[in-house]
């Protein structure tokens, strides 16, 4: 059974950072295709960013290039999300998930075969 957690949300001002992690239980984890998800009231969850299992090719959601880095560390089983110069827009619960081994980030929910949690992150003006 793949268990994720995640941790690193919080509340932030506007134009400041915060570091997301997603710590992943399996023997697998190196294999696998590993996303970001976030949800904010009354929208659908959405795409935020994905990162193949060797870490070479990540994929982000428009809104999110330029600010949000994803990367992992398969040797902690743990995937992060750096998000910087954080705006208002981004107040949401963020999730990680897991999906199969790829050459390619899936952007998907469908993609998706696990669910962390997840953890809020607020932006104040």
């Known amino acids: 059974q793949v268990q994720l957690v995640e941790s690193g949300g919080g509340l932030v001002q506007a134009g400041g950072s915060l570091r997301l992690s997603c710590a992943a239980s399996?023997?697998?984890?190196?294999?696998?295709?590993m996303g970001w998800f976030r949800q904010a009231p009354g929208n659908e969850r959405e795409f935020v960013a994905a990162i193949i299992w060797s870490g070479t090719s990540t994929d982000y959601a428009d809104s999110v290039k330029g600010r949000f880095t994803i990367s992992r560390d398969n040797a902690k089983n743990t995937v992060y999300l750096q998000m910087n110069n954080l705006k208002r827009e981004d107040t949401a619960v963020y999730y990680c998930a897991t999906g199969p081994t790829s050459n390619r980030p899936w952007r998907q929910l469908e993609d998706y075969n696990y669910w962390g949690q997840g953890t809020q992150v607020t932006v104040s003006s």
């Open positions: 399996g023997r697998t984890f190196s294999s696998w295709t």
